[in-house]
Structures are given as structure tokens and as C-alpha cells.
């Protein structure tokens, strides 16, 4: 029997009253869930109001006819709204216990059906012959309803074994998202763009999915290829070795180091070969700022290697060149690579026509950040100078640590000491922005060095003293100690230096 209801009975307004108060609680609880709460606390209140109106017209202290059911009816739901919320948002999270979005929503669904069952059994309707009886109505509303049943069974199958979860990044028909919700009827991707998809269960389950970066039992990278063309002048082993150095020379943001960056021939065309570069992306969120690192690289490390991108066979670059314009670039270009090399100290001794010859023999050496230009330990006879940005100069101790030594800016240099004596280097120095530098190597000194070799006395000075003055400061030096020191330096190095460059 459905229950008797007075309007004025204090037991049926302190339960309206407290129910407001559970649903005020709630939403103080679960924030994230007033929008549907203040729902529920609406139709709440919307259904004692329309129940007080009534007897108030009518006069009536026990409403009778359908209203009843249907008061009770809506009450409930939104009372079991709440509670739902209560219940799935609040208490089952502070217990460890995490339901999908999905289960949820079934759960609630299945709580309202049920208390529409009670609702009707209260008022005298027989579920049961409504079943038996009403085979081809049942027939009618499953055929209509059977999208939607799929889309639920979907959704759960999806669910239970785990193929697609929340977090995940997917692509499905040529669309590349992020998982953000699984419900009942639908999952949502968040894709690149600042876009939510909406793609049915249903559809997720009947068709095939790529799930980016998942491999058991490894960490979530996804592959990435980055392509570009390269002339045929240069052979495909120096470019192969040359990508791949300049890739594995320092870490690259959101690329992972393992495994390691790599570089194939792809293809050839009419006037060009193609490249193809692989890494693995840490940040699936990044995919265009990863290639573009990448890009850099591969850029600055062909640079560097004086290998040219390809130009396309059909492009024509028409300039009058004349006499006068040539001299003047150079003249320019010449003048720069001087004022470079003004900065050296021990380069001050050359004669005018010296020091453009070394200009003439500067090579353009640029650096992407975080690359290593020179790491400590390795033998390379080059010394740096750095035209714009900045470099950071690291020394690794015996127990493995790095020590921050100093960093470098426009206007100074590095490697002198192998340059001169040959020796291995003893920092490691870092690019910490975009490096602009001329590289200097043994043979442009070599013959002017033999030409004139008293220059190996003066430039041996200028680095036993440069080198003393470090180590005083470092071992705190008295007077005498330095001067002993600064001896035995000048004279070490400059028979590194005659030796290094073969001097009588």
C-alpha cells in the first residue's frame, strides 16, 4: 500500500528538512558535485512546495489521488541522487576504494528502476503480469533502445578488461586523444587541439584501437618520426653518424634516452636522399614540441658537419653577383671572425696578416641547448669562441658528482689548452641556450706556430699563468709557492706545445 502522507505531520516536515540539510552537507563535501546537487536539493524542495500549495488551496491535510505517488516518486530519486553522490564521490574514495564513472552510473540507474518498481508495486500494479503480458511492447523498446544498450555493455565490457583507461592516449579513426571519462553511454578524449570527442562505447568496441606508448612492463614512450632530405653529394654513412651523434650529445626534452635516438635511409628520389629519424617521446601531450627539438638537432648537427638540407632540383636562385659584392660579404664576414679572435689573449703576439689567416680558417660551429660540446676526458684539438649564447662548464669528480665550475657568454672561449698542448679536456661544457661559436682546430696554427716558433715561449706564459692563477686561488698559494708553481707550469707547458706541434 502506498504510504499515508500529512502535509503538516512534524515527521514528514523534519524529514524534508533533513534531507535539505544531508543535500547542503553533501555539496559541502563534494564540491566538485553541486551542480548536481543543488538539482536534487531543488526538486527536493519543488516537491514539499507543490504538496503544501495544494493543501493550502484545497484544504486538504491528506492530498489524495496521484499526486501522492508522484511526490514520493520524485522525492525519493532526488534523495537517492544525493545519496548516490554521498556514496560514490565521498565515502567509497576515504575507504581506498575507487568505482569507474561507469559503475556508477549503472549503479544509479539500477536504483532508480528499482524504486520505480516499489513506487508501482505500492500502487497496486502487478509487475509481474506487466512482464508476462507485454512481450512484443518489451520487443519494441529493446529494438528501439538497442544503441543505447550497446553503448552500456560497451562501456562496462570496457571497464572490466582494462583495454582503454582513463589517462590513456588513443587513436581511433585517424583522431589522437587523451581518455578523460569512461560513462555509460560514451567515452570522452581531450585531444591536442583544446577538443573533447565524444565517441560512443559501442563504437570503441566494434572497431580497432591504437593505444599510444603501452607496452607491458615498460614505461609509457610512443615512437616518433621525423623526416628530412639531404643531397646526394654527401654519403648516407657521414650523414647516419653525424644525426646521430648530434642526438645523443645531451639530454632533449620530453625524448627518452633509452632507447636511444636513431637515424635510416629511407628512400631515394630524383635529386635527394631521405632520412628518417626515430625516437621515443616521453610526454605524449607534446608530440609537436618534442619533433621540433628533434628538428633542432638534426639541424645544427648537419650544420656543423657542413652538410646541407637538400634544395629541390627545380629551384632557381638567380643573384648578380659582382666583384664588389663579394669582397664586401667577406669583408664583413672577415671582420666578424676578427673581432673574435680579439678576445684570445694569447693571440695578441700575431702579426696583422696572422690573424686573418686564422679568421680565414674559423669554421661556424653552432649548438642547440643542452647539447655537450665537450665532454671531459675526450681528445679533441679545437678551441671555442662563443659568438651568442651562453655555456656551462662541469667538472665530474672521482666519486661521480658534477661540480658547477663557471658559465661562459659572448666574447670568451674554451680549449685552449687543447688546442696548444693536446691534451685531453678537463670539464665537460654544456649549451645552456641556442650557442652561436667559431671552432679553431691545430692545422689553421700549425703553420704559423712553425713559422714563427718564439711564439710557443709567449703563448706558454699567457696559460701557465692563467692556469697558476686558478690553482692558487683554488689551494690558497702563498707568494712563494706561486712563483715556484708558475715556473714549473710555464716550462711543462711549453714543451707540451713543442711537441705537440713538432718545434725544434
Not at 511492447?137 to 533502445?145: D, K, N, P, R, Y
Not at 637538400?310 to 653577383?321: D, G, N
Request: proline letters at 4%.
Amino acid at each position: 500500500m502506498p504510504p499515508r502522507i500529512q502535509i503538516y505531520s512534524p515527521a514528514v516536515l523534519g524529514l524534508a528538512v533533513s534531507f535539505l540539510l544531508v543535500t547542503w552537507l553533501i555539496a559541502r563535501l563534494v564540491p566538485q558535485d553541486r551542480k548536481g546537487l543543488r538539482v536534487a536539493w531543488i526538486i527536493q524542495f519543488a516537491t514539499v512546495l507543490t504538496l503544501w500549495v495544494f493543501v493550502s488551496v484545497t484544504g486538504l491535510r491528506e492530498p489524495t489521488g496521484g499526486l501522492i505517488p508522484i511526490f514520493v516518486l520524485v522525492y525519493g530519486a532526488a534523495v537517492m541522487h544525493a545519496l548516490g553522490i554521498a556514496t560514490f564521490r565521498y565515502l567509497l574514495p576515504r575507504l581506498k576504494v575507487h568505482a569507474p564513472r561507469i559503475v556508477q552510473d549503472v549503479a544509479m540507474a539500477a536504483a532508480y528502476f528499482g524504486w520505480g518498481v516499489v513506487n508501482l508495486s505500492w500502487n497496486g500494479v502487478n509487475i509481474s503480469s506487466i512482464v508476462a503480458t507485454s512481450a512484443v511492447l518489451t520487443a519494441v523498446i529493446g529494438f528501439s533502445l538497442q544503441d543505447t544498450l550497446g553503448n552500456m555493455l560497451g562501456g562496462l565490457s570496457i571497464q572490466i578488461d582494462h583495454s582503454v583507461e582513463v589517462g590513456d592516449w588513443i587513436n581511433v579513426e585517424s583522431v589522437e586523444g587523451r581518455v578523460v571519462e569512461i560513462r555509460w553511454r560514451y567515452t570522452a578524449l581531450e585531444t591536442r587541439d583544446w577538443e573533447t570527442i565524444i565517441v560512443p562505447n559501442s563504437f570503441l568496441v566494434k572497431n580497432r584501437i591504437r593505444v599510444l606508448g603501452r607496452r607491458a612492463g615498460e614505461p609509457e614512450l610512443w615512437r616518433r618520426r621525423v623526416r628530412f632530405n639531404v643531397d646526394f653529394r654527401f654519403s648516407p654513412d657521414t650523414v647516419i653518424s653525424t644525426v646521430e651523434r648530434a642526438l645523443r650529445i645531451g639530454a632533449i626534452p620530453r625524448v627518452s634516452p633509452v632507447p636511444e635516438p636513431h637515424c635510416i635511409l629511407v628512400e631515394f628520389q630524383e635529386s635527394y636522399a631521405v632520412y628518417e629519424v626515430r625516437y621515443w617521446l616521453t610526454d605524449l601531450a607534446a608530440n609537436d614540441p618534442g619533433d621540433s627539438e628533434v628538428r633542432i638537432r638534426i639541424f645544427n648537427g648537419l650544420r656543423r658537419a657542413a652538410i646541407s638540407l637538400s634544395i629541390p632540383a627545380q629551384a632557381v636562385f638567380v643573384t648578380e653577383e659582382t666583384m664588389k659584392r663579394k669582397a664586401h660579404k667577406r669583408e664583413e664576414l672577415l671582420s666578424a671572425q676578427l673581432k673574435a679572435l680579439g678576445h684570445v689573449d694569447f693571440f695578441q703576439g700575431l702579426t696583422e696578416e696572422e690573424m686573418r689567416r686564422l679568421a680565414e680558417r674559423l669554421v661556424p660551429t653552432p649548438f642547440s641547448r643542452g647539447e655537450t660540446i665537450t665532454r671531459q676526458g675526450d681528445t679533441a684539438h679545437w678551441l671555442y669562441l662563443i659568438i651568442r649564447g651562453t655555456v656551462e662548464v662541469v667538472v665530474t669528480g672521482a666519486d661521480g658528482s658534477s661540480l658547477h665550475v663557471a658559465n661562459l657568454g659572448p666574447g670568451q672561449f674554451f680549449g685552449e689548452m687543447a688546442l696548444m698542448t693536446g691534451e685531453p679536456r678537463n670539464a665537460t661544457v654544456l649549451a645552456s641556450s641556442e650557442v652561436e661559436s667559431y671552432r679553431l682546430d691545430k692545422e689553421a696554427f700549425r703553420e704559423i706556430i712553425q713559422t714563427r716558433p718564439e711564439l710557443a715561449e709567449e703563448i706558454s706564459t699567457m696559460l701557465a699563468r692563467r692556469r697558476t692563477e686558478l690553482e692558487a686561488v683554488r689551494e690558497s698559494l702563498d707568494a712563494a709557492a706561486h712563483r715556484e708553481r708558475l715556473k714549473s707550469m710555464h716550462s711543462q707547458i711549453l714543451d707540451r706545445i713543442r711537441s705537440f706541434f713538432s718545434l725544434q
